[in-house]
């Protein structure tokens, strides 16, 4: 199977994506999952999430394959690839600017309210970043990668979940400490909110080798700025786009809030992005600071974690 394909896209946790020609002759991105997650649990929750999906954005799965050992997941190509490359360099910016970026944000906010209340099952998807929204040849933003999605009932319920899984910089603190609170889905609302600060900011949130250390965890720095009145440095940003970004932020700043409690729900969410900035109320200071943060934590910033033992409590859809 793996012979038949030579373009390769990406590579990651779960297998290998290359773009492949379909018999309808579009292009389809063929994600080659390796042998031990193809063999069971991880390939039919895949397929079983993301064939109950039908929203503009997030991505859609064409079709499946399984040939011996080896499975294939088939999902629509997506021309521009990845948000994470138009974010953080100075041509990506050029690309992209402040406006259309407030727009991916918006559209994908759209797509984890869907994911969380349009669905028979409320759908948490455990790894919204930059590298898994993925852009059309219009750049139309989808949400992509299901791997660590799961399936819960939309009444309150308590699951044990032993792989709540995510990229460390996203994962919100009730994966590590579970005295915070149960899981639920306002775990993805934080993982949205470092998202929407990288894009407002374009730069990382968490950087242990930053100059100085108020740095490190950027929310932080950003909120003191705003508390002090100062604007953040960007350069040739008009004031329409300082407002997009001060928006962009102060929504942020909700999301990333230590206790799920004190976090939006995702249609919140969507209500302070499209309202006015100067109608937005400032949110407290995050809590969670990396200089808190064992110096292992610190050096493994991009890395994965896995194999995570935590309870997951359903919250009711309502803010607090």
């Known amino acids: 199977m793996y012979n038949k394909f030579k373009n390769k896209l990406g590579e990651g946790g779960f297998g290998t994506v290359f773009k492949g020609k379909l018999r309808s002759s579009r292009s389809g991105a063929i ?11 991880d390939f039919i929750s895949e397929v079983a999430t993301i064939g109950r999906i039908h929203h503009f954005n997030v991505v859609q799965l064409v079709g499946y394959c399984v040939e011996g050992s080896k499975c294939a997941l088939v999902y629509e190509f997506m021309q521009n690839g990845s948000l994470d490359k138009y974010i953080y360099s100075k041509e990506g910016s050029n690309l992209l600017g402040y406006k259309k970026m407030y727009d991916i944000s918006l559209g994908v906010a759209r797509g984890i309210e869907y994911l969380h209340q349009g669905c028979d099952m409320q759908i948490l998807n455990f790894d919204i970043k930059p590298d898994n929204i993925l852009l059309d040849e219009n750049f139309v933003q989808k949400i ?4 660590l999605a799961k399936l ?8 044990s979940l032993t792989a709540a899984r995510g990229t460390m910089g996203y994962m919100a603190p ?3 400490y579970k005295n915070i609170s149960g899981v639920s889905y306002k775990a993805d609302v934080y993982s949205f909110g470092m998202l929407l600060m990288e894009m407002g900011s374009r730069r990382k949130n968490l950087n242990a080798r930053a100059e100085h250390s108020s740095q490190i965890y950027f929310p932080s720095w950003v909120y003191d700025q705003n508390k002090e009145g100062k604007e953040l440095e960007m350069e040739d940003i008009t004031e329409e786009e300082k407002k997009i970004v001060k928006k962009m932020v102060i929504t942020a700043l909700w999301c990333i809030q230590m206790k799920p409690s004190d976090r939006p729900a995702m249609n919140e969410v969507i209500k302070m992005l499209e309202g006015d900035v100067e109608s937005l109320q400032m949110a407290p200071k995050p809590f969670l600071c990396p200089q808190e943060m064992p110096v292992d934590i610190h050096d493994n910033l991009n890395h994965t974690c896995s194999n995570m033992e935590v309870t997951c409590t359903l919250s009711p859809r309502s803010w607090r």
């Open 144 to 147: 992509s990668n299901f791997g």
């Open 152 to 159: 819960y009932p939309t009444d309150n319920s308590i699951v």
């Open 31 to 41: 994600k080659m999952l390796i042998k031990s997650k193809a063999n069971g649990e």
């Open 174 to 176: 009730e994966l590590f």
